[in-house]
């Protein structure tokens, strides 16, 4: 019997593994079209200079260098024996081919990474990319999704639509691609039923895995100009929608993370996404009183 009511993402690895295992973050040097003028330059309204990239470490290194720093951190840090390469800042496969393979490939030069996950957007994966991808072991894609509703997305400047997404989630899940979906929780003009029928939606397709934001000025990002437009989440209004969230996810669906906290150096506001443990703590302290648990009103 699991610790949570619901359904965590470390439970989902040590259950396909038989142990723990910990991501690697790693820069791989990708950019981003959202940014660099192929569809806009100024990115998502939520993103800063680093691409959200929260992990601090030297990224001057090359991947091998990368890899084998985290792994011995990790491995005097948690006696990890088991590894994924985590491709996390701006779009992961924007790249040609072949540079990719060649990124891709040098994330595996220890035999105790035995996956990988990348960080991408749906409409940056194309078929061929796909192919690629599907050849590693343990592949999953992160698809930043943060809504299904198209005038939030055109809102925020995504770059895309749903349609793109689930075009994107349908080609990766044919290849044997697992795929998590983000979620950005309190985006500008939001209601709690848009928030929940993205929650339904996400419950419907059963993803794979799924993490949970908050919507969080960040300085240098473009929604610094929202600050006096929106209303931020306080964190009981954040816990109670990640729980509300969680009755319409599969209960097959591994919960990434369920709060998050970026470099306090570039926080603006909400100042408590800073205590990720105390809002985990809250969110746990939630399901039990109300009784909820992962899937309750998932209809499939």
Known sequence: MRDKRYYPYSDYLKET??????KITIDGGFSCPNRDGTISTGGCIFCDETGSF?????????IESQVQKGIS???????????LAYFQAFTNTYKPLNELKKIYDSAFCDESVVGISIGTRPDCTEDEKLDLISDYPHPQLEFGLQTIHDETLKLINRGHDYK??????????????????????????????????????LGELEVDGVKFHCLTLLKGSRLEAYRDKIKLLTEEEYANLVCESFEYLSPKTAIHRVAGSGLRSLTVEPKW???KFHTQNLIDKIMWEKDIFQGDKCNI
Not at 17 to 22: K, L, P
Not at 73 to 83: G, M, S, T, V
């Open 54 to 62: 929260s992990m601090g470490h030297d990224v001057s290194l090359d």
């Open 73 to 83: 951190y990790l491995k005097e840090r948690h006696k990890a024996n088991k590894f």
């Open 273 to 275: 996404i800073n205590h």
């Open 164 to 201: 793109t997404f689930e075009d994107a989630y349908f080609r990766a899940k044919k290849r044997g691609i697992e795929v998590c979906v983000h979620l950005i929780l309190g985006l500008p003009y939001e209601t709690r039923t848009m928030m929940l029928e993205t929650a339904k939606r």
């Open 17 to 22: 593994f038989g142990e723990r295992v910990f």
